[in-house]
């Protein structure tokens, strides 16, 4: 199965929002409500900030937002802050008790 | 705090095996899945499989299906995954993570991950 779509990179400027998109198909994204964020600094694993599409994990900020239509999911970062640049990956569940991972957006805090 | 704490780098021959191991500390550890995910230098997040601790059941994903192995130590709280027939595209980093309860959600807690270098 081929990996979830990202794009390659998205950058904001202090205080702004950005959007980072993920494309799935009616088999994953389009099909499940187990869409699921992650933020990775470099060097270090992955954390979860949204899971089951808009639902925030405990103690990440409310600046961190998620939601999906058809088969594309979101992130919405309001309210940029330096500490925010990082990579974003998506994940979500494909059927078959299977799971899949988008490739990853840098997201630039300029 | 719930930990997982996995083993560390190893640097390995192509056409040799590694076994990686996952140990969880703190967290009834029979009661959550432990997923495999591999990262690639510069690239991204790849699911390998899944492995319940409870059960021994597993799940891999297609392109891992009879390359990988994963199996458990219930006494030490521990799961390894094993890898076969490493060639130099599989140097990556490899993270285990605790899935969440009651739904399809990868990693409420990651290791540390472990480097795996294939080299001559």
């Known amino acids: 199965q081929s990996a979830l779509t990202q794009p390659p990179s998205a950058s904001g400027s202090p205080g702004s929002s950005v959007t980072i998109s993920c494309s799935g198909s009616?088999?994953?994204?389009?099909?499940?409500?187990?869409v699921s964020w992650y933020q990775q600094y470099p060097g270090k694993a992955p954390r979860v900030i949204i899971y089951e599409v808009n639902r925030r994990p405990s103690g990440v900020p409310d600046r961190f937002s998620g939601s999906k239509f058809g088969s594309t999911a979101s992130l919405t970062i309001s309210f940029l802050q330096t500490e925010d640049e990082a990579e974003y990956f998506c994940?979500?569940?494909?059927?078959?008790?299977?799971?899949?991972f988008g490739g990853g957006t840098k997201l630039t805090v300029l | 705090q719930v930990q997982l704490v996995q083993s560390e780098i190893e640097v390995v021959r192509p056409g040799a095996s590694v076994k990686i191991s996952c140990e969880g500390y703190r967290y009834a550890f029979s009661d959550y899945y432990i997923h495999w995910v591999r990262q690639a230098p510069g690239q991204g997040l790849e699911w390998m499989g899944w492995?319940?601790?409870?059960?021994?059941?597993?799940k891999f994903a297609d392109k891992f299906q009879g390359r990988v192995i994963f199996t458990r130590n219930p006494y030490v709280s521990t799961v390894y995954m094993e890898v076969l027939k490493l060639e130099s595209v599989d140097t990556a980093v490899f993270y285990c993570a605790r899935g969440f309860r009651g739904g399809w959600t990868v990693g409420d807690h990651w290791g540390q991950g472990t480097q795996i270098i294939v080299s001559p």
């Open positions: 009616g088999s994953d994204i389009g099909a499940h409500k187990y």
């Open positions: 492995f319940d601790p409870q059960t021994g059941d597993t």
């Open positions: 994940g979500s569940y494909a059927g078959n008790s299977k799971m899949i």
